[in-house]
């Protein structure tokens, strides 16, 4: 157990719709960073978040959106979905904004787009 | 840009020692990290090397040769619970931030 929270665990919805995945980091960690993980893309980053403020962006798509709360919580939101948004998604945490080297990992929350 | 190349599946015998490569293609280069994922599970962290060389934890070793851009993850004594997809990561600097990027990943399977 890495000590990442993710929920939902599993989510099943339509093409159009619109989904929040929540993601609780270690406790004493600032930073929260989210990946998608699909069979044909493999793990891509999408956006980090330290201490409540955007970090550093990878391809995340215009579509989606984060942020992190004071509590240091994180959301991903997802919307107008497509059938290729069907992955898995990560919610990583480290203690600092360059600590990459050590991130930990939570369950991942699987998206179903249908 | 970037571009990490790893082989996308190995195959190796318990209790043999196995080497998984990774070469990489990116500016702004800080450091090389490794991951390992069971099927269904999430990342666990492995190891990282900012400098070049050996780093040893347990069966476990990571190199890194900055002027080759290359590095490669070491399993000694392999166990069936090592079948596992192993990823590495480059820490890279991009638009003045630090990102990390994972290559596709190798899929290790210990036979008996």
């Known amino acids: 157990d890495s000590g990442v929270t993710q929920t939902p665990k599993h989510l099943i919805t339509a093409t159009g719709q619109r989904v929040t995945l929540r993601c609780s980091p270690r406790s004493g960690d600032l930073s929260v960073y989210w990946y998608q993980q699909s069979l044909d893309q493999g793990l891509q980053f999408l956006i980090q978040?330290?201490?409540?403020?955007?970090?550093a962006k990878g391809n995340i798509l215009e579509r989606f959106s984060a942020q992190q709360f004071p509590d240091l919580h994180s959301e991903l939101n997802l919307s107008s979905l497509e059938l290729g948004d069907s992955a898995l998604y990560f919610c990583?945490?480290?203690?600092?904004?360059?600590?990459?080297?050590?991130?930990?990992f939570g369950p991942g929350t699987r998206l179903t787009v249908l | 840009g970037q571009s990490l190349e790893q082989p996308s599946e190995v195959t190796a015998v318990e209790g043999a020692i196995v080497q998984i490569n990774c070469t990489y293609q990116t500016s702004g280069f800080y450091g090389l990290s490794w991951y390992q994922q069971h099927d269904g599970g999430a990342p666990t962290f492995l190891s990282y090397n900012a400098l070049d060389g050996l780093e040893e934890t347990g069966r476990f070793s990571s190199f890194l040769s900055r002027s080759d851009s290359y590095g490669y993850l070491l399993l000694q004594e392999l166990q069936m619970k090592d079948s596992a997809s192993y990823f590495c990561?480059?820490?890279?600097?991009?638009?003045?931030?630090?990102?990390?990027?994972f290559g596709t990943g190798t899929k290790l399977q210990v036979i008996p």
């Open positions: 990583a945490s480290s203690v600092g904004p360059e600590s990459y080297n050590e991130q930990f």
């Open positions: 990561a480059v820490r890279e600097s991009s638009g003045g931030y630090q990102k990390v990027t």
């Open positions: 978040y330290y201490n409540g403020e955007e970090r």
